[in-house]
């Protein structure tokens, strides 16, 4: 894949305009100067590597920021593998777990931050029902172990 310091020399590039000039990168559509920038700074058989990991990105456990993060950047060095918006969000909801990703491709998202959003809030619900049901065995758990002790204590 294309190392994080290349990406970065990458974001510099584009922020300084070095390679293009001011006006000619300001008459270039962003999808052009993408393209022009991983061209230079990421070579084709790189970039095939990293559209094969997009492949078998997954969400593991809750760490949906990294993998977030992750698709985003290996989404804009992979650009012509989504065409449409719709493309790259099918791709995205495809690594989250199965009852996530029926909620989100449910709710028809049309944007991929609203896919991110939806799929956040469908996480953060689900780390909380996990938390509640721990925290209630315990409880239970805490009272038969004391009413076990208070039985004993009594005979």
Not at 95 to 124: C, F, N, R
Request: charged share 35%; net charge neutral.
């Amino acid at each position: 894949y294309c190392p994080r310091n290349e990406i970065r020399k990458l974001e510099m590039e584009i922020w300084e305009l070095k390679t293009v000039g001011h006006e000619a990168a300001y008459d270039m559509s962003w999808k052009t100067l993408m393209k022009m920038m991983a061209n230079k700074y990421c070579p084709r058989n790189e970039i095939r590597k990293l559209e094969m990991e997009i492949w078998e990105l997954k969400v593991k456990g809750t760490d949906l920021a990294s993998i977030t993060q992750r698709f985003q950047e290996m989404a804009l060095l992979c650009g012509r593998m989504f065409s449409e918006e719709a493309d790259k969000i099918e791709k995205y909801v495809g690594g989250l777990p199965d009852k996530i990703h029926g909620s989100v491709v449910a709710s028809k998202p049309k944007t991929m931050q609203e896919a991110i959003e939806i799929e956040t809030e469908l996480m953060d619900m689900k780390v909380r029902t996990f938390a509640e049901s721990e925290t209630a065995s315990k409880r239970k758990l805490e009272s038969t172990s004391r009413t076990t002790r208070n039985q004993q204590q009594q005979q």
